[in-house]
C-alpha cells in the first residue's frame, strides 16, 4: 500500500486501540491510562510508526522522507534484510521497534528520545503528503523542520507508552500490506507468506477512491469518540 494509506492506517489504529490499551482486564497491571495529550501524541507516532516497516524499500515513501539520508538508510536496510518486504515486515520487527522505542523513550537521554520522536512524526508528515513535488532536499528540510518543532512541542509529553504505538504502527502496516497480492513474511524468518489480496493493486482505484477515504472517516470518527470519552470521564469523576 501506498505511505499516506499506511499512515492513516497507523492513526486510525492508535485511536481505535487506546480505550483496549487502559482496559485491565486486556493487559492486566500493563494497562496503561492516556491522557488526552498521551492520545494525540500516540496517533502522531503511530502513523509515523506505520512507515517503519517500508525502511526497506529504496524508493518507498519514507525514502524520500529525509532526503539523500532516508534514501541512503533504506538502502542500507534494505540490503541486509533481504529487499522489501522481508525481515521488515514481519511481527519480530514489530515487537523489536516497539522494545526499542519504549527502551528509549523510558531510559534513553532526552535529546535521544527527542531525535527519535521527531523522525517519526516526520515519518507520519511525508506519509500523508507533508511534501513539495520534484523538490527532495527542500521537502526534506521542510519535513525536517516542522518535526523537530512539533517534537519539541511534545517533549514534555509523558511517552513512556511509547513502545506500544509503535508496535501498533508496524502492525498496522503489515498487516495492511497482507491484503497485497504480495503478501508479508509475518512469521520471518520463515519465508512463507500470509496474503489475502483483497486489494488488488497498490495505488490502484480501491486503494484511492475506497480505502484512504474510509480511513481518513475513521480517523475523525475515532479521535471524536476518543475525544467525548475522556470528556465523559471527567464528568463523571467531577
Same mark, same amino acid.
Given at each position: 500500500?501506498?505511505?499516506?494509506?499506511?499512515?492513516?492506517?497507523?492513526? #486510525?489504529?492508535?485511536?481505535?486501540?487506546? =480505550?483496549?490499551?487502559?482496559?485491565?482486564?486486556?493487559?492486566?497491571?500493563?494497562?496503561?491510562?492516556?491522557?488526552?495529550?498521551?492520545?494525540?501524541?500516540?496517533?502522531?507516532?503511530?502513523?509515523?510508526? #506505520?512507515?517503519? !516497516?517500508?525502511?526497506?524499500? +529504496?524508493?518507498?515513501?519514507? #525514502?524520500?522522507?529525509?532526503? =539523500?539520508?532516508?534514501?541512503?538508510?533504506?538502502?542500507?536496510?534494505?540490503?541486509?534484510?533481504?529487499?522489501? @518486504?522481508?525481515?521488515?515486515?514481519?511481527?519480530?520487527?514489530?515487537?523489536?521497534?516497539?522494545?526499542?522505542?519504549?527502551?528509549?523513550?523510558?531510559?534513553?537521554?532526552?535529546?535521544?528520545?527527542?531525535?527519535?520522536?521527531?523522525?517519526?512524526?516526520?515519518?507520519?508528515? +511525508?506519509?500523508?503528503?507533508?511534501?513539495? !513535488?520534484?523538490?527532495?532536499?527542500?521537502?526534506?528540510?521542510?519535513?525536517?523542520?516542522?518535526?523537530?518543532?512539533?517534537?519539541?512541542?511534545? @517533549?514534555?509529553?509523558?511517552?513512556?507508552?511509547?513502545?506500544?504505538?509503535?508496535?501498533?504502527?508496524?502492525?498496522?502496516?503489515?498487516?495492511?500490506?497482507?491484503?497485497?497480492?504480495?503478501?508479508? =513474511?509475518?512469521?520471518? !524468518?520463515?519465508?512463507?507468506?500470509?496474503?489475502?489480496?483483497?486489494?488488488? @493493486?497498490?495505488?490502484?482505484?480501491?486503494?484511492?477512491?475506497?480505502?484512504? =477515504?474510509?480511513?481518513?472517516?475513521?480517523?475523525?470518527?475515532?479521535?471524536? @469518540?476518543?475525544?467525548?470519552?475522556?470528556?465523559?470521564?471527567?464528568?463523571?469523576?467531577?
Amino acid at each position: 500500500m501506498m505511505g499516506h494509506t499506511h499512515a492513516l492506517s497507523g492513526a #486510525a489504529a492508535w485511536l481505535a486501540a487506546t =480505550p483496549f490499551l487502559g482496559d485491565p482486564a486486556v493487559l492486566g497491571h500493563n494497562a496503561i491510562q492516556l491522557s488526552p495529550a498521551q492520545t494525540a501524541a500516540g496517533t502522531v507516532v503511530c502513523a509515523g510508526a #506505520a512507515m517503519l !516497516p517500508d525502511i526497506d524499500h +529504496h524508493d518507498g515513501t519514507i #525514502a524520500g522522507a529525509f532526503g =539523500p539520508l532516508t534514501r541512503l538508510l533504506c538502502r542500507l536496510v534494505g540490503a541486509l534484510t533481504g529487499g522489501h @518486504r522481508h525481515a521488515t515486515h514481519s511481527l519480530a520487527f514489530a515487537a523489536l521497534a516497539g522494545l526499542g522505542a519504549g527502551w528509549t523513550a523510558g531510559h534513553a537521554p532526552g535529546w535521544v528520545w527527542l531525535v527519535v520522536l521527531s523522525s517519526l512524526i516526520g515519518l507520519g508528515l +511525508h506519509g500523508v503528503g507533508i511534501r513539495v !513535488p520534484e523538490r527532495e532536499h527542500f521537502s526534506a528540510l521542510l519535513n525536517a523542520t516542522i518535526a523537530a518543532a512539533l517534537g519539541y512541542v511534545m @517533549r514534555d509529553v509523558d511517552m513512556t507508552f511509547a513502545g506500544y504505538a509503535v508496535t501498533v504502527g508496524c502492525l498496522a502496516h503489515v498487516l495492511g500490506d497482507c491484503l497485497t497480492p504480495d503478501g508479508c =513474511p509475518l512469521l520471518w !524468518p520463515a519465508q512463507w507468506r500470509i496474503k489475502v489480496p483483497l486489494i488488488p @493493486r497498490t495505488d490502484g482505484a480501491l486503494e484511492r477512491w475506497v480505502l484512504a =477515504p474510509l480511513l481518513t472517516l475513521g480517523v475523525v470518527i475515532l479521535a471524536v @469518540r476518543s475525544t467525548l470519552g475522556v470528556e465523559a470521564a471527567h464528568w463523571l469523576r467531577s
